[in-house]
């Protein structure tokens, strides 16, 4: 059951690359890695690995529908093309212009607890920077303004105002096409959310609860190898880092900031998450 269900092998009909009908677009450092990956195992799915950066970037966007098609994997007939590019959930332009592709397009939203998505965020930035011998100032520093309150012109408290964000979506898409993943749960229960994404694209449910394993050294669960298979059963180094031990008065802080505006947000999109812990 396990790998036969996710087969890819068996012959479809017309392979050609296709525009893609569904679109993870969002949220960075909510797991779209880990979303994208295990839809992918699905066999009626196909991914793209690569971020195409083509709605959120002009140069991208001016090479035209064309262009973005010819970088999309091939896909025969009866399977979906899948594309995830988390910048477009806080681009501006990026809502009009899928829209404009397909306005019944598919929108995946996947979402994680924004003050530790923030850390997460932030986590990364460290991380990049040590690999060029940088060392990236102390979150405190980054994260409040010389009054000492939440500095809002920061580029990683911005993205995880979520409400902000939403509203351009909701100009021009209605709520029931765009899927919300819950990123937490994503990662302690990845086959849950996994089956609720597989009916919202409307193929059959393929993806069975045992090709999951928990790995105890990564600390995160992994996909078990198939024969055809050629990814590696656990994501890469980069996808669950430590995140930086953040003074307790600063969790509270950031807390009561993200309040008011997380609750707008639930108001938008008609569903709420407990973000508190
Ligand atoms: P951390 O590195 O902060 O733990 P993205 O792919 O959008 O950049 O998100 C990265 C996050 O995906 C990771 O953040 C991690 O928590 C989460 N994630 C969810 N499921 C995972 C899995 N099975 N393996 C690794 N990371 C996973």
């Known amino acids: 059951v396990t790998c036969n269900s996710t087969e890819k092998a068996f012959i479809g ?44 970037n002009d140069v991208n966007y001016s090479k035209g529908l064309e262009y973005y098609r010819e970088q999309m994997p091939a896909s025969y007939e009866q399977q979906i093309t899948i594309e995830k590019t988390p910048k477009y959930f806080i681009d501006i332009m990026a809502p009009e212009r899928i829209y404009r592709m397909n306005h019944s397009v598919k929108l995946i939203l996947i979402l994680r607890d924004p003050v530790v998505r923030l850390f997460s965020d932030y986590a990364q930035l460290v991380a990049k920077n040590k690999e060029n011998n940088i060392t990236y100032p102390p979150l405190e520093e980054m994260v409040l303004d010389e009054n000492g309150e939440v500095n809002l012109d920061y580029k990683l408290v911005q993205v995880s105002v979520y409400y902000k964000h939403i509203i351009h979506w909701l100009e021009f898409f209605d709520l029931h096409q765009i899927h919300i993943v819950d990123g937490d749960k994503l990662i302690i229960d990845p086959y849950y959310e996994i089956y ?30 198939c024969t055809s298979s050629t990814s590696p059963p656990c994501l890469g180094e980069t996808k669950g880092r430590q995140h930086p031990p953040v003074d307790k008065k600063l969790v509270e802080k950031l807390r009561t900031f993200f309040e008011d505006k997380n609750e707008k947000f639930f108001q938008l999109i008609h569903r709420s998450f407990n973000w508190t812990t």
């Open 13 to 56: 009909k017309n392979p050609a690359k296709r525009l893609p009908q569904a679109i993870i677009f969002g949220v960075r450092k909510a797991g779209t890695r880990a979303l994208l990956e295990f839809l992918g195992l699905h066999p009626d799915i196909v991914v793209n690995v690569v971020e195409q950066h083509f709605f959120s």
């Open 196 to 225: 609720e994404a597989e009916k919202f694209l409307g193929v059959g449910h393929k993806i069975q609860r045992d090709i999951f394993f928990f790995n105890k050294t990564k600390g995160f669960y992994c996909v078990r190898q």
